[in-house]
């Protein structure tokens, strides 16, 4: 039976397809083949979910790095997540936005006037972060939305509000919210701006096809198939079945992104 690295190399016409020239398939699909070395457990999950997840990324125009999305195992199946740094990519691309900045609210931030938020007809928002310090624990995150006419919009979520959240969510606290709890927290902050924020300039639903990704189920699980071969038309998810593949050699896991060094856009 074919292994599974070379199942997702067979992949690489339908990743150009939906990708859509966001970013070059043979990049795409090196970086998925790096992903799923780097992480031997993916090898072990259902292969229709797998294949799934990474046809996701592709449509997302994201590649599965750790930093701009991720996939990672969740009941046996494999799960798509856009990650911090994929949003903020996404919405640099988008025509309205001009800058997004985020952040995590610890203890002591607020208790030494670190962090600062005052609402009303000057409402602003500072955080002087303490990199080296005792931070305390994580009691909320934010995130600021600059549009281009010069509006800001804010989100500013309390740990309760974040509770609420993950604990609506399917995966509660496993899944995603297991394996980056920070990256989750700030990602929880940076939709609940996006909500209030104006999206007009996103005529083409992109955005919202991202920040929708969190809500979706996981796969069903299905018969997995081996794809087309290269060059011929054919679902990501419609591929022969295929073995248990073979240990993969263990490698270095990409990390995730750090709400300390986001790009602004």
């Known amino acids: 039976m074919t292994q599974l690295p070379?199942?997702?190399?067979?992949?690489?016409?339908?990743?150009?397809?939906?990708?859509?020239?966001?970013?070059?398939?043979?990049?795409?699909?090196?970086?998925?083949?790096?992903?799923?070395?780097?992480?031997p457990a993916l090898a072990e999950l259902e292969r229709a979910s797998l294949f799934k997840s990474i046809m996701q990324a592709a449509q997302d125009g994201l590649v599965i790095d750790g930093k701009e999305a991720a996939v990672i195992p969740f009941k046996g199946k494999a799960q798509y997540i856009p990650m911090v740094a994929g949003l903020v990519k996404k919405m640099r691309q988008h025509t309205d936005f001009a800058n997004l900045s985020h952040g995590i609210i610890y203890e002591n931030e607020v208790k030494s006037g670190a962090f600062t938020y005052v609402k009303g007809d000057e409402e602003r928002l500072t955080h002087s972060p303490d990199l080296f310090g005792d931070r305390g624990n994580k009691i909320g995150a934010y995130a600021i939305v600059t549009m281009k006419d010069g509006q800001k919009f804010r989100a500013v979520l309390t740990k309760a509000d974040i509770e609420k959240r993950k604990n609506a969510g399917r995966a509660g606290g496993s899944g995603p919210w297991g394996s980056w709890d920070d990256e989750m927290w700030i990602k929880t902050a940076i939709k609940a701006v996006y909500k209030i924020a104006p999206n007009s300039g996103d005529q083409s639903g992109v955005l919202d096809q991202v920040f929708d990704r969190d809500e979706e189920d996981v796969i069903e699980s299905a018969p997995a198939q081996e794809p087309a071969p290269k060059?011929?038309?054919?679902?990501?998810?419609?591929?022969?079945?295929?073995?248990?593949?073979?240990?993969?050699?263990?490698?270095?896991v990409l990390p995730p992104a750090s709400d300390d060094d986001e790009p602004p856009i």
């Open 231 to 252: 060059g011929q038309t054919r679902a990501a998810d419609k591929v022969k079945a295929a073995a248990q593949p073979e240990p993969i050699e263990e490698a270095e």
């Open 6 to 39: 070379a199942l997702i190399e067979k992949m690489e016409p339908e990743f150009h397809k939906a990708l859509g020239g966001a970013v070059p398939s043979d990049r795409f699909t090196r970086i998925a083949l790096t992903a799923v070395k780097s992480t």
